[in-house]
């Protein structure tokens, strides 16, 4: 079983900054792909960005260059620090793991255990 814990959202002014993390329990850390994912309201869930055990990565277009996702498999945690910000990156934002989701993967549904989320609000 794995649990996961995101933290770091925020009120943040367009242009802004904003690191998020999130912390896994469990086994297997270092092994586990991890996304991370948003969904804003009325919209389904997508991918944001993902890193696998080998720290291959994968971005939404969207966020490509703005968006950075890193791990430390030492600490259970991965995290995705977010530059210029855009009021359309609004959304609540969770953190997913799965062992394996392979790079390119964009489903949600490929992913075993979710956090509870975290809310990024993109505003002036």
């Known amino acids: 079983q794995v649990q996961l814990v995101e933290s770091g959202g925020d009120l943040v002014q367009p242009g802004g900054s904003l690191s998020l993390s999130c912390v896994a329990s469990g086994s297997f850390f270092g092994d586990r792909t991890m996304g991370w994912y948003r969904q804003a309201p009325g919209k389904q869930r997508e991918l944001v960005a993902l890193i696998t055990g080998t720290l291959t990565t994968t971005y939404a277009d969207s966020v490509m260059d703005r968006f950075t996702i890193s791990r430390d498999n030492t600490k259970n945690t991965v995290y995705l620090q977010m530059n210029s910000l855009k009021a359309e990156d609004t959304a609540v934002y969770y953190c997913?793991?799965?062992?394996?989701?392979?790079?390119?993967?964009?489903?949600?549904?490929?992913?075993?255990?979710w956090g509870q989320g975290t809310q990024v609000t993109v505003s002036s």
């Open positions: 997913a793991a799965d062992r394996t989701v392979v790079a390119g993967t964009r489903s949600p549904s490929a992913y075993d255990y």
